[in-house]
């Protein structure tokens, strides 16, 4: 079984300040990781995801996450958050075996930028 | 290109009566998603689509819940009869076969 665990439910920075949100996952085979944003009243968005590539990986909107098997984490930053930043984030693992068919999301963190 | 499209986006029914979701996918995508989301969770698949075959429906509560994909284009998520803890935003998702899913922006229902 696969499973991520994002550490805080809610984080505010300030506008320009460093963005980092923290994943870690637990899985019985090399994983597959996701990062993905909803805003509000919205379905959510893919950011960046990590196939056994390169182990950082840059998303859209200056973000980005750096795999660390180590360290079983997959934490997303972006070095200089903008007001359009707030949303809610969620990290999502899966077997790469089923691709990207079977994502295991975690309960999301709620970001807040503070002007 | 159009989205994923979902109706409606807000429902609010009594408890016990009947709901249906609707869901229109990308064009071309063959794999189908329906994901229920509770307040302050993350999504949770209850049921997934390759054209018309329900491939994967074990998180499916088939007692109340049931699915279908006529054509293996739209899909329609029906709740009958519906209970109070159902209350949740229900997301439909779409993708081409094994690929980056994309989603719709979810029906978000109440069950008084």
């Known amino acids: 079984a696969q499973s991520v665990t994002q550490l805080g439910s809610h984080v505010s920075v300030s506008e320009g300040a460093l963005v980092l949100l923290r994943c870690n996952y637990s899985s019985s085979v090399p994983p597959y990781l996701f990062w993905y944003v909803q805003y509000p009243n919205q379905g959510l968005q893919l950011l960046l995801k990590?196939?056994?590539?390169?182990?950082l990986v840059k998303g859209i909107n200056g973000f980005e996450a750096e795999f660390k098997k180590s360290e079983t984490s997959f934490h997303l930053t972006k070095p200089s958050a903008h007001m359009s930043d707030a949303a809610e984030y969620f990290c999502?693992?899966?077997?790469?075996?089923?691709?990207?068919?079977?994502?295991?999301f975690g309960t999301g963190t709620r970001l807040t930028i503070i002007p | 290109e159009a989205g994923v499209v979902q109706s409606p986006r807000y429902k609010i029914i009594e408890k016990k009566q009947p709901v249906a979701f609707w869901c229109n996918p990308i064009?071309?995508?063959?794999?189908l998603y329906w994901y229920l989301q509770n307040l302050g969770q993350g999504p949770e698949l209850l049921i997934r689509y390759e054209n018309e075959e329900a491939v994967d429906d074990s998180q499916l509560p088939k007692d109340r819940f049931s699915a279908e994909r006529l054509k293996g284009v739209d899909s329609t998520l029906k709740i009958q009869p519906a209970e109070l803890g159902d209350s949740a935003v229900y997301l439909c998702a779409s993708s081409p076969r094994g690929e980056t899913q994309y989603f719709g922006p979810g029906t978000r229902l109440l069950v008084l």
């Open positions: 999502a693992v899966s077997d790469p075996n089923f691709g990207n068919e079977k994502l295991t």
């Open positions: 064009s071309g995508h063959n794999t």
């Open positions: 990590y196939t056994s590539a390169a182990t």
